[in-house]
C-alpha cells in the first residue's frame, strides 16, 4: 500500500509511536509518506541546527518524511499553543494534496494540535480513507476552560466531531476511551482498541548498575520509584500522604518534574516525610536501569472521568522492562494490571488505600515481586507490544482501503 501518516511531532522529537509505526510499515514493504512539523517538543523551540522551510524531505528506500512550517509554541501559553496548531493546519493545506494525493489510505496521530490540520487534510484529499489514532480526548465541559480558552475549545470539539464522524476508522488507546470518542460522533462499528506500545530499543528488562542501585536505594527498606511528570493529571500528593504514613518500612522515589513539583515538595516537607526523596529528570536511556534499581513503579491518575479512558505510557514501559507496579488509578490502567497481574491497585486519590497497598508491596518476598514483572512483560508482548500495535493498525489500513475501492466500483 501507499500509506500517509500525519503526525504532529516525528522523530527526532520523543515520538516514538508515529515514529516506529512509519519505520516498521516501510519494512514490511508499504510506501510510507510522513507529513509532520520541524522538532521543537518539549522547548517549543526549534532544536538547534534545524531551519524551517518549505520544500525540506528525506528519504530511505520506502520512507519518505516531509516537514512544513509552523509557529513555534515558544512560551507555552494557550494563545502561542493555538498559533502553532493553525500555522501547523495551514502548511500541511498548502502541502497535502500534492504530497498524499495518491495515497491508499491516511494515518492520522491523533492528538489536538493536529485536530484542523487533519479536517483540513481529510477534505482536501476527498475519497481517500483514513484511520485516526486517538491518543487523547478533551471532556466537553472540562471545568478549567475559562474564556479565551473554552471558545478554542468548542471550535476543537466541533471540528474533532466532524473527523470522527468523516474517519474510515477510529482506533482508540484504552478501551473505556471507545466510549468518549462515540460520544463524540464516532460510528460505533469503526473504533478498535490499539493499545500504545514503548520505545522497545530503549524499556526492556536489564540489571540495575552500581549508579542507579546509589541513586535510587539507600538501605534494604522497599522502594517504589515514580517516574515522570509532576503534574495536575498525576495526583502525587496522594502517594507523598500514602508513603509518610509508613516512613519506617517503605522509600518512595519521584524521578523527574513538573507543574506541581513545588506543591509536592512542599507537602513532602510539611508532613517531615523522610522516606519521599526526589531526583531529578533523567535521560530515557537511563530510566530502566532505575526500574530495576527499585522494587515497584507507580503508576498514578487523578479520578477524573476523562482519565478513566487513557493508559500513561509510563504502565507500558514498567511492563516492558518487567518492573512490578502499584497503580492508583481508575479504569483501564487498573484493569490492565489486575488482569495481567503484574502489580498491585487500589482507587485513585485515596491515600489510605494506597498506604495499605504499599505496606502490602513491602511485604510481598522478592520472588513474588519478579513473577509479578515476569506476568506483566508477558502481557505487554502479548497486548501492547510494538509488532501487536502495527499488525492491528495495519488491519485497520487494509480495512478502509479496501471499503473505500468497494464504495467506488
Keep these: 500500500m501507499k500509506i500517509g501518516l500525519l503526525s504532529y511531532h516525528f522523530p527526532p522529537e520523543p515520538a516514538f509511536i508515529p ?12 510506501e510510507v509518506r510522513v507529513l509532520t ?3 521543537d517538543y518539549p522547548g517549543g523551540h526549534v532544536y538547534p541546527g534545524w531551519r524551517q522551510r518549505w520544500r525540506h524531505q528525506t528519504r530511505s528506500e520506502r ?21 502553532s496548531w493553525l500555522s501547523f493546519a ?25 485536530t ?18 486517538v491518543q487523547d480526548v478533551w471532556p466537553e465541559e472540562e471545568p478549567s476552560r475559562t474564556g479565551e480558552t473554552r471558545r478554542w475549545s468548542g471550535r476543537l470539539d466541533a471540528t474533532l466531531r466532524r ?51 546509589t541513586l535510587i536505594r539507600r538501605d534494604g527498606r522497599c522502594v517504589v520509584m515514580h517516574a515522570g511528570t509532576i503534574g495536575v493529571r498525576q495526583g502525587l500528593e496522594t502517594a507523598v500522604r500514602a508513603a509518610a504514613a509508613l516512613d519506617d518500612r517503605l522509600d518512595l522515589v519521584l524521578v523527574g518534574s513538573g507543574a506541581e513539583e513545588r506543591r509536592v515538595r512542599g507537602l513532602a516537607a510539611e508532613l517531615r516525610a523522610d522516606n519521599v526523596r526526589f531526583v531529578d529528570r533523567r535521560s530515557p536511556l537511563d530510566m530502566p536501569e532505575l526500574y530495576a534499581a527499585a522494587d515497584y513503579q507507580l503508576v498514578m491518575l487523578r479520578d477524573l472521568p476523562e482519565l478513566r479512558g487513557m493508559v500513561p505510557g509510563k504502565l507500558q514501559a514498567a ?20 488482569r495481567a497481574r503484574a502489580g498491585l491497585s487500589c482507587p485513585p486519590e485515596d491515600w489510605a488505600a494506597l498506604a495499605d497497598r504499599f505496606w502490602l508491596a513491602s511485604a510481598i518476598p522478592p520472588p513474588a515481586r519478579a513473577d509479578m514483572g515476569r506476568r506483566g512483560r508477558d502481557a505487554y508482548l502479548r497486548e501492547m507490544s510494538l509488532r501487536a500495535g502495527v499488525d492491528r493498525i495495519e488491519g485497520l489500513l487494509h480495512e478502509v482501503a479496501a471499503r473505500a475501492g468497494s464504495a467506488r466500483r
Design 19 to 30: 515514529g516506529s509505526l512509519a519505520e516498521e510499515l516501510a519494512a514490511r514493504g508499504h
Design 37 to 39: 512539523g520541524f522538532p
Design 63 to 83: 520512507l519518505t518524511v516531509r516537514r512544513v512550517p509552523r509557529y513555534p509554541a515558544g512560551d507555552g501559553s494557550a494563545r502561542s499553543r493555538m498559533a
Design 90 to 114: 495551514g502548511s500541511v493545506a498548502l502541502t497535502g494534496r500534492r504530497y498524499l494525493g495518491d495515497v491508499d489510505a491516511l494515518y492520522v496521530f491523533q492528538l489536538p494540535a493536529v
Design 116 to 133: 484542523f490540520a487533519a479536517a483540513g487534510l481529510l477534505r482536501l484529499l476527498g475519497r481517500v480513507p483514513s484511520v485516526l489514532h
Design 163 to 213: 473527523i470522527y464522524q468523516e474517519a474510515g476508522a477510529v482506533a482508540v488507546t484504552a478501551p473505556s476511551m471507545r466510549d468518549l470518542v462515540v460520544a463524540g460522533g464516532a460510528d460505533p462499528e469503526r473504533v478498535r482498541v490499539v493499545l500504545n506500545w514503548t520505545d522497545e530499543r530503549i524499556f526492556r528488562p536489564t540489571e540495575p548498575s552500581r549508579a542507579a542501585r
Design 319 to 338: 511492563l516492558s522492562c518487567a518492573a512490578p507496579v502499584v497503580a492508583s488509578a481508575g479504569g483501564d490502567t487498573v484493569a490492565l494490571v489486575e
